[in-house]
């Protein structure tokens, strides 16, 4: 490198680090501001980015804390947010045997204000009161008065047609919510079966109730339910027999100005329950206007003294215990008394009778003297067996607990023998005279569908067949010759027995009103179906059959259920001499 070379590559260096170091080799003055600067700016840098930093977490804490508070408040105060799903959460369609619909859900609307965005609430409730005339005026205005106030429901469930008319008016701080209402398009027609929901779609009594008891409920309240369609809920239930006998109770309350009717149709084979009414009823879609007296169900919900009923128990258990054959006698030709109580004949032989005549003529005083030779503990134990004394398991919520004497004697035993002294459920008394007639099965009754070998499986044997065997003959033989005869229908052959029980007013048994109960079993040489009726305090009654006692109430209940139900069921009628039909050619 030439000197001139050296000479500009020294004052280059000796330029650059001029502004930095002194000539005693320390930082200049300079050298230092320029350092200070540098370590400024990363300095601000820094807070900035803090400050950036502060400022995104401040905003997350803030939408947090307002997650948080809306979240522990009342769902009325955060409504006018838009509503998640389980608002609209479906509820499985119910259907009956066959898939007739009994039970769907169908879309609405609910009318809520936003009172702190109301302008003129004297304005809103006129306009309101034009499209909605039974709109409470003054509770109205309250709720819209409360400028605090950011949500109140005005109207759940409105018609598209009132909503579209609410739009036209224009009131600001006025919205709907999308919601589901229950619809059953059979009205009253299977209500005490079906129950009912709440405004929030959620059951509250019935079938309804059954399945929110199942977890439908649960998963309603912690939101895990959607508004998607759920896998449809298939009862035992035939819509076209439900009809009739829902008809026929409604009919018996009207014809014979009774407090009120209930009647069922049970398979004997599985327990299904095919058809079930209770009247008074209401209409599941405005349960509120049957609050008064159509909300019980007298089927399962009531218990009464069932009457002469019980002596088909009665006789069952005698003859099960061998202690009594279908051919001994017993002397029924005076009174019993015991207990400063009489024990008398309706229909009185005054003379010996045989088993079949005992019930026949439903004599009190034979049954009494049946019963005496079971004895009292073998009674109570067949009538436990029989799920007469017990709370019936089956899937509707209201089931009541049939009554019974704390200390059971022998007045006690007699009275109990013919139907007086124990209060159970009709539903329960159909489904032990099933019993009686399907082989000696006892099986509890299920709204659901079920087969015949899932009842086997959790069938309880009762009584033997053979008396099973002889319990059809004997509710046979009263079909043709004793009071059974009221429930004959042509072609198909039915067995039954009736009972009248006298009602006890004000601990009293009454000599004016009776509960009248009949139970059928058909075709009675192979038994496919039961039919329990009742009809309550009736005031009226079919002449030619007694008038207000059961042969003239309940009983044509039954008729009317088995003439119409029977060749919906499949049942073939039969005629002639051994059942084969006599063919006529003209």
């Not at 215990?321 to 009174?335: I, L, P, R, Y």
């Not at 009275?415 to 019993?435: E, M």
Request: aromatic share 8%; hydrophobic share 40%; charged share 20%.
């Amino acid at each position: 490198m030439s000197f001139l070379s050296r000479i500009m590559v020294l004052k280059s260096q000796a330029h650059f680090s001029a502004g930095v170091y002194n000539r005693f080799g320390g930082p200049s003055p300079a050298g230092l501001a320029i350092e200070g600067s540098r370590k400024k700016k990363s300095g601000q840098a820094k807070s900035r980015v803090g400050l950036l930093i502060l400022g995104f977490m401040g905003v997350y804490v803030v939408i947090g804390g307002r997650l948080v508070e809306y979240a522990m408040k009342d769902q009325e105060v955060v409504s006018s947010i838009l509503p998640p799903d389980r608002l609209m959460a479906s509820r499985p369609d119910i259907l009956d045997r066959n898939g007739e619909v009994l039970a769907t859900d169908i879309r609405t609307v609910s009318l809520f204000a936003e009172p702190n965005k109301i302008v003129d609430a004297d304005e809103a409730v006129e306009k309101l009161a034009t499209v909605l005339p039974e709109l409470d005026v003054r509770d109205t205005y309250k709720k819209l008065s409360v400028k605090t106030s950011h949500f109140a429901w005005l109207r759940r469930q409105l018609t598209p047609k009132q909503q579209s008319q609410i739009l036209a008016l224009g009131i600001p701080g006025i919205g709907f919510r999308p919601e589901k209402r229950r619809f059953y398009p059979g009205g009253s027609t299977a209500a005490h079966i079906l129950g009912y929901v709440n405004i929030d779609n959620r059951g509250v009594a019935g079938m309804e109730k059954y399945i929110d008891d199942q977890g439908l409920a649960d998963l309603a309240s912690v939101g895990m339910t959607s508004d998607q369609p759920l896998e449809p809920v298939r009862l035992s239930i035939d819509l076209r027999v439900q009809n009739i006998v829902r008809d026929a109770v409604v009919n018996a309350v009207n014809n014979f100005q009774s407090k009120g009717a209930g009647a069922a149709v049970i398979d004997v084979h599985t327990g299904e329950v095919l058809a079930m009414a209770s009247a008074p009823d209401f209409d599941p879609n405005d349960p509120q206007e049957g609050a008064k007296e159509g909300w019980l169900n007298r089927m399962t919900n009531g218990t009464f003294e069932m009457g002469s009923t019980f002596k088909t128990f009665s006789l069952a258990m005698a003859l099960d215990t061998g202690k009594v054959k279908m051919t001994d006698t017993f002397d029924a030709s005076k009174s019993i008394y015991i207990g400063g109580f009489t024990i008398h004949d309706f229909h009185g032989q005054r003379r010996w009778l045989t088993v079949p005549e005992i019930f026949q003529y439903s004599s009190n005083i034979g049954t009494a003297r049946v019963i005496d030779i079971v004895g009292i503990d073998a009674q109570k134990d067949y009538l436990t067996k029989f799920g007469l004394l017990t709370k019936m398991q089956t899937e509707l919520p209201e089931v009541k607990m049939p009554s019974q004497p704390r200390v059971w004697k022998k007045i006690n035993s007699i009275t109990i023998s013919f139907g007086h002294g124990v209060s159970t459920t009709a539903l329960q008394t159909g489904v032990a005279a099933a019993a009686l007639v399907n082989g000696g099965k006892l099986i509890e009754p299920t709204f659901l569908p079920r087969s015949r070998e899932q009842a086997d499986e959790i069938a309880t044997q009762v009584i033997k067949k053979t008396t099973s065997d002889e319990i059809r003959y004997l509710l046979d033989f009263n079909g043709y010759k004793g009071s059974g005869r009221v429930a004959r229908v042509p072609g198909f052959a039915v067995g039954s027995k009736t009972g009248t029980a006298d009602k006890v007013v004000n601990g009293r048994y009454s000599a004016t009103l009776n509960f009248n109960s009949f139970i059928a079993a058909f075709p009675i040489n192979d038994p496919k179906y039961a039919v329990i009726t009742f009809c309550d305090e009736p005031k009226t009654g079919e002449k030619q059959y007694g008038g207000t006692i059961s042969a003239g109430t309940a009983g044509p209940i039954a008729r009317e259920i088995i003439s119409r139900a029977a060749p919906i069921l499949g049942i073939e009628p039969k005629f002639g001499e051994g059942g084969s039909a006599l063919l006529v050619s003209y």
